[in-house]
């Protein structure tokens, strides 16, 4: 018995000696992984995407239960999938015909739950909440991204730096990916310090009253309108960001160049292109593209050349987030304008259909596009500073989801072009910027367009306020929607939004320390 003692402890400590090596291995590479993304070319990712896809394929269809399974239903075997025309023809999975049909253990790895990982939900905004295993690499590939856009930034990696998780850190995956990533850096040497208040507004406050004077830099990381809430209070409470090197980081929704300038403005951000970075990521499979200053200088440019914008981004309105991502990582693809997501994880996804819509480039599709409306992003990039911040990665452009906007006559409406009248200088001091949409009908059955907004604290909206936010409201409305102003001239007053103001976190539309809902769908 006392052999057999022994024999496990050996086992045990050879294991946990196997994977501290593998480990420090992935660090080791670390220096190079990051050259790499300087010195590979265009085609050099498009390659290892390809690879990429085709590696993922295999070895999902060999040891990925559900997916063996699904294959089989939609009638495709493993061994007719040989190219990448091969590989158009895979069926798409979603939660409804791949995650929510199978049971959870036959989605991972060789149908065990016994791989090392981490559970994190989605909020059920459905009605029933689907949960996704995430493996250690991801984690690790999270981090590596948020180095690259700490290396990117102009914070300074000799400097005392306090991160301030501000996504919530229950089961839901900004938190905790965004906490692991920072501390995963510190261990890299970095000198990190991470605090994790989550959406405790009060707390927050209080971190940067009595901490952050503490430290040279500070790291938000949050929720877009969550963060601009946090700053809005900090200054109105004479907290002061001049003092600090600041970086905001962002995900879970897209924002315009408007709300990024708004936001550097309040807090003294050095450089906008670098220090004010949105995320794309998700429950499903973590962290999965950003913002560069390269791509937000593209946006940006875009902005301001309305044929080149709908060149670029298909002809719409809205502002999409603009991100590069790493095919290493995880690898997207469109279809009729449905974004796709593959990626390796506890729970491996293949051609998923993420719910999201919108387009891939790769690098030099951009740069060369760019030419025929007469832009040369890299000299552009050069005068801008950030040449040496420029990397060949593949592009995925993504706008919010369709179910993020509400109807009037048949026509969509969406928050955005709202949003972007909050942020003018006559409105912020009274409204937080946040709304809600919600079509509905009057006594006669009519249709008409409510929007509730939220006032700032102490703050209350008078008659003549209210007349000038709705005036500029339409007007907006009419510019930058051809539907809206088509049907305004037919309709007139019955085609105007009314307007309802509400107190600052009143909790019928903006309760507290959760995801501002833009629209809302009566039954």
Known sequence: ???????????????????????????????????????????????????????????????????????????????????????????????????????????FWHGSMRSPHVLTSTSGSTG????????????????????????????????????????????????????????????????????????????????????????????????PPFLKDVLDEAIAQGISFKKHHVALLF??????????????????????????????????????????????????????????????????????????????????????GEILVSGDSAIPLLRYSIGDHGGVYTFKEVVERYKTHGIDLLKEAKAAGISKHVYELPFVYVFERIDLATTLYGLQVYPETIKEVLLNRRFVDTMTGKLTLVTKYDDNHDQYLEINLEQKPKKEAGKAFASELLAEIIKSLREKNSEFRELSDFLGKRAEPKLVFWPYEDPLYFEPGIKQPWVLRQA
């Open 128 to 223: 029933k909440p689907t949960y996704f295993g995430r493996s250690h690499e991801v984690d690790e590939h999270s981090s590596f991204v948020h180095e690259l856009i700490f290396r990117t930034s102009s914070l300074k990696n000799d400097k005392s730096t306090l991160v301030i998780v501000c996504f919530g850190m229950g089961v839901w995956i900004g938190g905790l990916i965004t906490y692991q990533a920072f501390e995963l850096m510190s261990r890299r040497g970095y000198p990190i310090s991470i605090l994790t208040p989550g959406i405790n507004k009060t707390e927050i406050l209080k971190t940067l009253t009595e901490l952050a004077p503490n430290y040279e830099q500070i790291v938000l990381a949050g929720y």
């Open 1 to 107: 018995m006392v052999l057999s003692k022994v024999g496990l402890k050996k086992k045990s400590e050879h294991t946990g000696v196997q994977r501290a090596v593998g480990i420090g291995r992935r660090f080791a590479s670390l220096a190079n992984f990051f050259n790499s993304l300087r010195a590979f070319k265009s085609a050099d990712w498009s390659r290892k995407e390809k690879n990429f896809l085709l590696n993922l394929f295999k070895r999902m269809s060999l040891d990925v239960p559900a997916y063996r399974s699904f294959l089989k239903e939609n009638g495709m075997r493993r061994d007719t999938v040989r190219t990448m025309e091969d590989f158009k023809s895979v069926p798409v999975m979603a939660k409804k015909n791949y995650l929510q049909k199978n049971s959870l253990d036959s989605l």
């Open 251 to 336: 995900a879970a929704e897209a924002f315009t160049e408007n709300f990024r300038d708004h936001l550097a403005e309040k807090v003294g951000l050095e450089n906008p292109l670098t220090d004010a970075i949105n995320i794309y990521g998700s429950a499903d499979i973590g962290t999965m593209a950003f913002e560069t200053p390269f791509s937000i200088l593209a946006r940006r440019l875009a902005m301001k050349d309305t044929k080149l914008f709908a060149d670029i981004f298909g002809g719409t309105t809205k502002t999409p987030t603009f991100a590069q991502y790493i095919p290493d990582f995880v690898s997207f693809e469109a279809s009729n």
